[in-house]
């Protein structure tokens, strides 16, 4: 079975710019999950979407944003970026909102000047 | 509120050590334990859990046993390999299964 997958896997942005990012989630599972990895943070927890729907949100402001797609893939968008928001963003799959298993993608390194 | 504490790194090893990181947490209730391991350049793998106390993970030679009454979560593994270089997560989940993170503990295994 294949894994998560994050596209791009790369990307430059400038300031002021937004940015779209993607996660296909393991086949079957419907909950994925957003987090931020930076080496001063460590890993934060974004936010979490089951069936289209936001059922869980970390602590970060309103320019950092997802939805949910009917087959379970998922999007993040960060608007008006900063050079604060450079991080490896990974995404993050599991089959239910009662399973206690995550299983993460290769991230998507996010590199803002 | 929920937290996990890992040793600070880096932890240097030369190959055929034998490996320990500590992990503790702070949790109500019982939470499920879980280690994660980071390669270079790659996103966070499930290496090992357990999902009650005296239950033992293990998984590639690692292996991490859920202590209740000292609330840890070591892990181990003996003899290490060059290959085993990399960061290890350890993390719980209670509630809303929403993973709290220790903040990493980087590995170096020297030939």
């Known amino acids: 079975k294949a894994g998560v997958t994050q596209t791009p896997r790369y990307l430059i942005k400038t300031r002021g710019q937004q940015v779209t990012l993607s996660c296909s989630p393991i086949?079957?599972?419907?909950?994925v999950s957003w987090y931020q990895q930076t080496p001063g943070q460590g890993l934060q927890f974004l936010f979490e979407?089951?069936?289209?729907?936001?059922?869980n949100k970390g602590n970060f402001p309103g320019r950092f944003s997802g939805r949910q797609f009917s087959n379970s893939r998922s999007e993040m968008n960060v608007s008006t970026l900063e050079l604060g928001d450079s991080a490896l963003y990974l995404c993050?799959?599991?089959?239910?909102?009662?399973?206690?298993?995550?299983?993460f993608g290769p991230g998507t390194r996010l590199l803002v000047l | 509120g929920d937290s996990v504490t890992q040793m600070e790194g880096p932890v240097t090893l030369s190959e055929e050590a034998f490996l320990t990181i500590n992990c503790t947490y702070t949790?109500?209730?019982?939470?499920?334990l879980f280690w994660y391991v980071q390669y270079p350049g790659e996103g966070l793998q499930l290496l090992l859990k357990?999902?009650?106390?005296?239950d033992k993970g293990s998984n590639k030679g690692f292996e991490a046993t859920y202590r209740k009454e000292t609330t840890s979560f070591h892990l181990e593994k003996g003899p290490v390999q060059v290959s085993d270089s990399a960061v290890y997560f350890c993390?719980?989940?209670?509630?809303?299964?929403?993973?709290?993170f220790g903040r990493g503990t980087s590995l170096i295994v020297h030939p």
């Open positions: 993050a799959s599991r089959v239910g909102l009662d399973s206690v298993t995550q299983y």
């Open positions: 949790a109500t209730g019982y939470p499920s």
């Open positions: 993390a719980l989940t209670r509630g809303s299964y929403i993973p709290t």
């Open positions: 979407y089951f069936s289209e729907t936001q059922r």
């Open positions: 357990a999902t009650k106390a005296d």
């Open positions: 086949s079957g599972h419907r909950s």
